[in-house]
Structure formats: C-alpha cells, structure tokens
C-alpha cells in the first residue's frame, strides 16, 4: 500500500469539500429586503408563522439569528446599512436629510458594486425613498438605471379598506380582495412582476447586483384577504408581556403614532400615550402582521424560483434581511421606534452558492415555488446558523466579500470625510469556521432619539432639531444595556453626564426585557471607573466599560449571595 497516493487523494478530496469561500469567484447578488420585518418567521422559529419560501431559502443558507439594525426607524436603517456607517456618522436620525450633503460623501453597498462593473438595480423601496435618497434612491450613484416603484403604491395610505360599515376607510387592517384594487394588483406584486422581468433581462449580460425591497408587513396591513385564512382568530394570542413595565423609563417608550392614526384605531378611542388596544383588536394586529409575512414570503418564492427557472441560482448570491422589527404588543407597545430586541432584531439569512449549499445538480430545482396554501406544512432545518451577535452595518463588507469584491477598510474614528470604508466588520470567517460557542464580546450597538423625557406625539420620530435625548443601547449574548442621554442636534454631541434613564435586563432569566434593574445598580464605583477615560472617548467605549464593570459586580454579588 503506497500511503502516499492516499494522502494525495484525501487533499484532493479536502480541495473538492472546502468551502470555495477563499476561491473568490464573482457573484450576482439578488439582495431582498423586507420592511417592518422582525424575525417572525419558521426559521426563526416562530411556530406561527408560515413562511415555507424564505425557510427553504435558510435551509440553504447561513442564517444569522441575532442581527440587529442600528435604528429601528426605516431611513436611517436603510441609510446606515448601505453605507455602513452608524447613525451617529450618518446624522441622520429622521427622514430630513441626504447623507451626501447633510454628512458625508459616503459610497453605499450598490454604488460599490456599481464601481466594479456591477450592473446595479433597484426595486421598491431599497433607499428610503424621498429626502434620505435626494428623491432618486441615489441614483446615478447607486444604481445603473433609475429606480423603479410599483405604480399602485400611490393608493397605500389612501381609503381603499373595506370597513365593517361597507364604506372605504384608510384603516390599519386591511385585507381586500386584490381584483377589486386599483389595476387590480398591489405594490409587492408590481415589485416581483419587475424583478423577474429584470432577472430575464441579465441572463447572460454580466454580473448583476438587483436589490428588491417588499413594502411589507409595513402597515397598512393592505394584503390579499386570502392570507388571513392561514391565521384563524382563535389560534391568535397576545403578546406574554402586553402591559407597559413598570419599570420602564418614560423616555424608553414609543406611543405608536402611526398605528393611532388609521381610522380604525383612532375609533377605539385609545388613550394616549399608554392605551392599551382593546384585546380583540390587538389580536386582529397581530393576526394581520403574520398574514402580511406570509404574503410577503409568496413574493420571495416567485423570485427564487425565477433565479432556479433561468439557471442563475448557482452564480448568485442571495441575502434576505429587513430594516428593523415591529412590537405586537410587547410592554404595551406596537410599532417600531425604540431600542428593544422587537424593535431592533431583524431577520438576516445569507445564500451563497457552493458555499452554504452545494451547488444544484443537473439544474434540479434548489428554491420551488411553496405554495403555503395548497402545502400549509413543511418542514425545513437551517444549513448553519450564527448565534452571536451581528449587526446590519456588517452587510456591506460581508456581502462585497462573499460576491467576491474586496471588502471596504474599518472606519478610522472619524470619517466623514473617507467615502469608503465600514464600521461593521466582514463576517467572513462565520462562513469558514463553525461558531465555537458564545463570544460575550460581540456586541450589537442601537440608538433612538427621543425629543422629551415622556411620550410625546412626535417620540416616535422627533426631527433633527427636536432631539433632546438620545438612546443608546448595547446587546449582547448575556444582556441588554440603555442609557438614555443628553443630546444636542446642532453640534452633534452627547452628554455623558447628562443621563435622563437607564435599563439593564439580564436577558437569560428576562428575555423580553420587562424586568429592569438598572436602579439596583451601584453606579458610583462605575461612575468613578469611567472618570478614568479619556474624555474624548466614545459613547459605545464608555457604555462597554460600564456593562462590563456593572456585570461583573452582578456576578459577584450573586456568587457571594
Ligand atoms: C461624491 O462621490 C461621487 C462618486 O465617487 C462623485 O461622483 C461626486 O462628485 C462626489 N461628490 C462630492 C460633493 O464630492
Ligand atoms: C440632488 O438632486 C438635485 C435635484 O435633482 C440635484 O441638483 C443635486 O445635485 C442632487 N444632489 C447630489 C449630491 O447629487
Ligand atoms: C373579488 O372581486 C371580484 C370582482 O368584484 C369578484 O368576482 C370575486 O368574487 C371576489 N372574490 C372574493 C373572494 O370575494
Ligand atoms: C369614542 O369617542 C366618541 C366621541 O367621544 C364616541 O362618540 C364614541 O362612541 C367612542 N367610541 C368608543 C368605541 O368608545
Ligand atoms: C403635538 O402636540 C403639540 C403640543 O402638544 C400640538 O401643538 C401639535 O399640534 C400636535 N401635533 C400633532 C400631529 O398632533
Ligand atoms: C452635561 O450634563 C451635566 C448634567 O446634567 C451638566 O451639568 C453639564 O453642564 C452638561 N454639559 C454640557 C457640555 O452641556
Ligand atoms: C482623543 O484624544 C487623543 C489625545 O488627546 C487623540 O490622540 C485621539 O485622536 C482623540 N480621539 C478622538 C476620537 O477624537
């Protein structure tokens, strides 16, 4: 026996099985962003949602189950992400201002494709449209062509719900019946139409970067009737924590605006700023967010199995994410618009083909159409999954890597002035290495401003100039750490001292974040710690110092207790 020849073999082997992610081929990436999206999905899961497609997508795909957008509000999400800068080096907190001419000249993700001999397109809402993208989406920046956006969006907050008076309201609950619309279609169907069209049209023309972004399950819940069907009342529950926690500081809470003006909500007569919604009607809300997934998910199918029908599925990248997520109910609140894991937590699943997936065989189909009501059970298991923390300023670098581009360098201090370059990291290696278990380091960073120390009708979304307070909140593995400081919108800078509330929650025992015991804390040793900083240190460099020198006294004292 010539061991030789069997250890040649074995390396040959180990090059055919490696994951190609150090080959570096070029890649089309098909980047499908939903909006309002938490990770209320099968894959993440959540028991109720039906959501067959974007789950056999995760059973491809290395799924990320603890990413966290930056801001949980849509421009400044949208803009952060695709610059992959902070919201603190964006400055954009509100929809009022383009980056370009507000900040910096910053280079966003599709612009840096675009660079490379991308063909760059854009479907639906990508960019926070209007102001946050100069009324273009950034185009010519961004996209190759201009952007496009489904023509029947123009009805979306318009009186086109049938009410139980049999009059057409602007309601939040909205399901209609789709041949009755206007040209009888709806956004997310107009975005898909296009998106396969412009799929058809690149097959072999060159690499492509098409971006699609879902209108939903962004209320109004204007969705196809039908999809209610799979979520019948009496299997609906409440949220396990709908009342607003005692504890909780005023400035922490959002009152939901948005969802109180719908005219069906505003005649329930809810209080301001706490409520509560009326039971039944909490129930329908959250009936209807899950049906607005499962909609949304038939759209994502019709993609995928567009990519399989025109042979592109092995030479495309495929990311599926959302801005931010969405409170049902959790502590009495509903929306986006705060720092909780509701609010910040976003689904983020990445497909990269001979990579998270072999390649397909003899063009077998990888992603078949799922129709969830003719296949209501299915059951998928992810291919890897990521438990410790990433955050949505890490797409970028991530994204550009594993397509094959180079990823952007690490932001000095101060960048307003670089145009290309990350503040998240390139998570490369979690697609080289299993994830070895928990790495409490890993820290996800959010903020939200608030224009007042109580709820306020503009708290969900002060403009730049009525920011007073800004939330800044670190998660990790272990807990969720809030200050809520000073802040000045003029100069742009946060006063440490200056603190309006703060919450701790140790997430193992409190993991919906009810229980705060940031009084308990004995802030003055910390305080004193922090007095040793460099006084120019940041804001995130401070709050880690303090969550490790708070926890490590929580540890303490409970080993002593
Ligand atoms: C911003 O960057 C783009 C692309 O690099 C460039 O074309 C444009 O001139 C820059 N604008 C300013 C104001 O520097
Ligand atoms: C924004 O749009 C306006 C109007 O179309 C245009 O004049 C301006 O140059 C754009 N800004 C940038 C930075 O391209
Ligand atoms: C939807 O509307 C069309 C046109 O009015 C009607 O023919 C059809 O029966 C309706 N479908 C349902 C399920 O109500
Ligand atoms: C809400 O208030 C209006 C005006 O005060 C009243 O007419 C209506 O009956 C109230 N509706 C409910 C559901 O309480
Ligand atoms: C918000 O409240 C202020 C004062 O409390 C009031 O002047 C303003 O009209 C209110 N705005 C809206 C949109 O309700
Ligand atoms: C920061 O806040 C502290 C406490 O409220 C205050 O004494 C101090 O004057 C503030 N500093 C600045 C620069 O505003
Ligand atoms: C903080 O100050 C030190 C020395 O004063 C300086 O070297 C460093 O660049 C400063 N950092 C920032 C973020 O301004």
Request: hydrophobic share 35%.
């Amino acid at each position: 026996m010539n061991l030789g020849v069997f250890t040649w073999l074995f390396l040959l082997l180990l090059c055919l099985l490696t994951p190609a992610t150090s080959r570096r081929e070029k890649r089309n990436v098909l980047f499908i962003i939903a909006d309002d999206l938490r990770a209320s999905l099968g894959c993440y899961d959540d028991a109720l949602a039906k959501s067959p497609n974007i789950d056999q997508l995760a059973s491809r795909s290395q799924v990320f189950l603890n990413a966290y957008a930056q801001q949980a509000v849509c421009a400044p999400s949208r803009t952060s992400m695709l610059t992959s800068r902070r919201p603190d080096t964006t400055r954009l907190y509100d929809f009022n201002s383009y980056w370009r001419v507000h900040s910096g000249n910053y280079t966003t993700l599709p612009q840096h494709f675009k660079s490379k001999g991308y063909y760059t397109m854009s479907v639906g809402k990508v960019f926070h449209p209007g102001i946050a993208s100069n009324h273009t989406d950034d185009y010519p920046y961004s996209w190759s062509i201009p952007a496009y956006h489904p023509s029947s969006f123009r009805f979306e907050k318009q009186k086109m719900c049938k009410g139980d008076d049999g009059q057409l309201h602007a309601n939040l609950l909205c399901a209609v019946n789709v041949t009755e619309q206007p040209g009888g279609t709806l956004p997310d169907l107009e975005s898909t139409d296009e998106a396969v069209r412009l799929l058809k049209s690149r097959v072999g023309d060159g690499a492509f970067f098409l971006a699609v972004g879902f209108h939903k399950p962004h209320i109004p819940f204007r969705i196809p009737q039908e999809y209610l069907s799979l979520y019948p009342l009496d299997k609906m529950t409440l949220a396990p924590d709908p009342d607003v926690p005692e504890l909780l500081p005023p400035v922490a809470y959002n009152p939901w605006t948005d969802v109180r003006q719908r005219e069906d909500v505003q005649k329930l007569n809810v209080s301001f700023p706490y409520g509560p919604i009326p039971k039944d009607f909490q129930l329908r809300i959250r009936q209807h967010y899950y049906a607005a997934v499962s909609y949304m998910d038939a759209q994502v199918g019709r993609l995928l199995s567009t990519l399989d029908a025109l042979g592109l599925t092995d030479s495309t990248m495929v990311v599926f994410t959302s801005d931010h997520g969405w409170s049902l109910g959790e502590h009495g609140e509903w929306a986006k618009y705060s720092n909780f894991d509701v609010a910040t937590r976003v689904p983020l699943i990445m497909f990269v083909p001979g990579v998270t997936a072999a390649y397909s065989r003899a063009g077998g189909p990888t992603f078949p159409f799922i129709d969830v009501f003719s296949q209501p059970e299915h059951s998928f298991t992810n291919a890897k999954v990521i438990r410790n923390t990433v955050e949505l300023v890490d797409v970028f670098p991530t994204v550009s890597y594993m397509a094959g581009l180079p990823a952007p360098e690490h932001c000095p201090d101060v960048s307003l002035q670089v145009e290309l370059c990350t503040e998240g990291r390139n998570l490369v290696h979690t697609f080289q290495h299993k994830e070895r278990g928990k790495n409490a380091e890993l820290m996800a960073f959010s903020q939200y401003p608030r224009p007042a120390d109580t709820p306020q009708n503009n708290s969900d979304l002060p403009d730049l100039q009525d920011i007073k307070v800004m939330g800044y909140s670190l998660r990790n593995w272990d807990y969720r750490y809030t200050l809520w400081l000073g802040f000045n919108p003029r100069s742009f800078q946060v006063n440490v001292s200056d603190v309006h509330g703060g919450e701790l929650y140790m997430l193992a025992d409190d993991p919906g974040q009810d229980k705060n015991i940031y009084s308990d804390l004995d802030h003055s040793i910390v305080m004193k710690k922090m007095d040793a900083l460099p006084h120019n240190a940041s804001v995130w460099t401070r709050m880690r110092l303090q969550l490790y020198y708070h926890t490590a006294g929580l540890k303490r004292n409970a080993g002593t207790a």
